[in-house]
């Protein structure tokens, strides 16, 4: 018998503070979301219901906890923290602003996905290590939820992460590639292959849950 179709579905958090003020928090405590960041949390979260969610993971930074709590109380499901699903460790970038970042060390986005050596020098987690750690909780979730779609709340670079795994993307286009804030990176298990459906999804009505 031909196995069912399921879903690993990558879920950004929504709009923080950092996001509209232009700074890199990385794993700074107490960066929240903003009014806008909740409103969109809320809509995700209603938009989820035709997946039919079994599990929700969540990383331990608050702006992804809080839309992980909002998505999870919709659903009527908890969620579990994962410490794979934390936000990538800017080393000694965290909480300066992107322009003066670029101005005086130029492109380290490009640099970080592109594996330079100078990313790791300044204590930033390498894109090989959050590749690492990502494909980590993808391959729990899949043995512990057989047959269950399954709904992992994180941040931007995780989600890129595993996107380059399953589409091998190179540095420049990685570094071009955006998740918006509160959007679904969808990718489809069949018969243990896994393939992206979907990036950016804000209406999962308007996703075709049989593809």
Same mark, same amino acid.
């Given at each position: 018998?031909?196995?069912?179709?399921?879903?690993?579905?990558?879920?950004r958090?929504?709009?923080?503070?950092?996001?509209?003020?232009? $700074?890199?928090?990385?794993?700074?405590?107490?960066?929240?979301?903003?009014?806008?960041?909740?409103?969109?949390?809320?809509?995700?979260?209603?938009?989820?219901?035709?997946?039919?969610?079994?599990?929700? *993971?969540s990383?331990?930074?608050?702006?992804?906890?809080?839309?992980?709590?909002?998505?999870?109380? =919709?659903?009527? %499901?908890?969620?579990?923290?994962? +410490?794979?699903? &934390?936000?990538?460790? #800017?080393?000694?970038?965290?909480? #300066? +602003? *992107? /322009?003066?970042?670029?101005?005086?060390?130029?492109?380290?986005?490009?640099?970080?996905? /592109?594996?330079?050596?100078?990313?790791?020098h300044?204590?930033?987690?390498?894109?090989?290590?959050?590749?690492?750690?990502?494909?980590?909780?993808?391959? =729990?979730? $899949?043995? +512990?939820?057989?047959?269950?779609?399954v709904? %992992?709340?994180? =941040?931007m /670079?995780?989600?890129?992460?595993? &996107?380059?795994? &399953?589409?091998?993307?190179?540095?420049?286009? #990685?570094?071009? %590639?955006?998740?918006?804030?509160?959007?679904?990176?969808?990718?489809?298990? =069949?018969?243990?292959? $896994?393939?992206?459906?979907?990036i950016?999804? #804000?209406?999962?009505?308007?996703?075709?849950?049989?593809?």
């Amino acid at each position: 018998m031909e196995s069912a179709l399921r879903f690993i579905i990558f879920l950004r958090h929504g709009q923080a503070i950092n996001n509209t003020e232009r $700074l890199l928090a990385g794993r700074t405590p107490g960066v929240s979301l903003t009014p806008k960041g909740v409103e969109q949390a809320e809509r995700i979260a209603k938009f989820l219901k035709p997946f039919n969610i079994s599990a929700i *993971y969540s990383s331990p930074i608050e702006r992804a906890e809080k839309t992980a709590a909002i998505v999870a109380k =919709h659903n009527s %499901l908890e969620y579990k923290i994962d +410490e794979r699903l &934390i936000e990538l460790d #800017m080393g000694k970038f965290t909480g #300066m +602003e *992107y /322009d003066a970042i670029f101005e005086k060390h130029g492109n380290v986005f490009f640099k970080f996905y /592109d594996g330079e050596l100078e990313i790791a020098h300044n204590g930033v987690e390498t894109f090989v290590q959050v590749k690492n750690r990502v494909l980590s909780i993808v391959d =729990h979730v $899949l043995k +512990e939820h057989n047959d269950e779609n399954v709904l %992992l709340v994180t =941040h931007m /670079d995780p989600i890129k992460a595993m &996107i380059s795994t &399953i589409m091998n993307l190179d540095a420049n286009s #990685m570094f071009e %590639l955006i998740i918006e804030n509160a959007s679904l990176t969808i990718f489809k298990e =069949h018969q243990g292959k $896994l393939s992206l459906s979907a990036i950016n999804v #804000m209406d999962a009505e308007r996703f075709d849950l049989t593809l």
